[in-house]
């Protein structure tokens, strides 16, 4: 998606010129190409403040927090489940104050999303017995440690909570080209804070009607702080309108941390009761980030002083190896880190003041 992206701002500065020049009959070609201008715009120093609303779907690893099991031993069909992610709103704010001179600004941003995912499943209470059967396995085989399950459940439910900050402070220069084309090429900080958390609960219905609970968690945690570079675009169509873009990237340094749980209740006989606690890992990581917009502007000048921006666009956003993919979802733990990344529409509101 990103690389999609990148390939239509290209593609729209190409074409930015010849798409409102004239008629080619109506124009005389000069013997060579008119020059492009490409100037520091003058301003005069004014704030700039923008909100967006942000609606995301993460696209990280999907929870798979059960195995159906089901069919007979020569005819035996699986059936993986996993928790798939929808579309969470978010938001987004940012001040910007421009530099009175030759187009410097610096901007402080703030960015927020937090997701809430589950799924469920269940067969037929104690349909594990005869030729035909069907029941849950978890993946994690918690039962084998809950002394009286053998680890096929009646019902599963996963949970999975993405919770993702991030905060930028960048400096940067406007370039006009030519008379259509803005761009904005900027570089500065970001601070990213991703908290995953995954959790998986069994159940399952005893002969002597009491019911066995298994529950695992498990969260993974990144912290870190790096250099981020970026450019937006914006290309002018006339009557205010204008396509907007961006490609961005950010290089982190920080700790991913990683600690799993798990808690199981024997309604039969407590004495079985268990609940262990586990630190899997701390590491210290570099994780690249890359970013990319593409959207359609709409500013209206109240004055020289005011002005008032809307814009409607798509964005995507990916860190590479930041999150842990869930212990829950696989027997050999090894290799678990996995990208966490956020696609979505925005709708971004922008004030001008100077």
Sequence with gaps: MIKKISVGLLALAGVSGSAFAGHVEDVTL?????????????????????????????????????????????????RTKTVDPDHHWGGHADVTYNFAGNGRFVTLGYTHLDTDDSNSTAVAAG??????????????????LLPSVDGNWDTARGKQDDDYDAVDLVFGQRIDVGQRVQLKPYGGLRYADIDQRDRVTYTSLEADNTTDTATGRLKSEFEGIGPRFGVDASVKLGMGFAVTGRIA?????????E?????????????????????????????????????????????????????????????????SASATAYEDTSGLESDFGMRGPYLRVQLDVA
């Design 30 to 78: 000069p013997a060579a190409p008119a020059a492009i201008n490409v100037t520091a715009p003058v301003q005069q120093g004014s704030w700039s403040f923008g909100l967006e609303a942000l609606y995301q779907q993460t696209d990280n690893s999907d929870f798979q927090y059960a195995i159906v099991e089901g069919g007979t031993d020569a005819n035996e069909v699986n």
């Design 127 to 144: 349909n594990n017995q005869g030729p035909t059967r069907s029941f849950i396995r978890d993946p994690l085989n918690l039962g084998v």
């Design 249 to 257: 990237g950010s290089l982190l340094v920080g700790d991913l941390d």
């Design 259 to 323: 600690k799993a749980s798990s808690s199981f209740v024997d309604g039969s006989n407590a004495d079985n009761n268990t609940s262990e606690v586990h630190k899997i890992d701390s590491k210290h990581r570099v994780v690249p980030e890359a970013d990319a917009r593409l959207g359609l502007n709409y500013t209206h000048a109240f004055n020289n002083d005011t002005a008032l921006g809307v814009e409607l666009g798509y964005e995507v956003v990916n860190y590479f190896d930041v999150t």
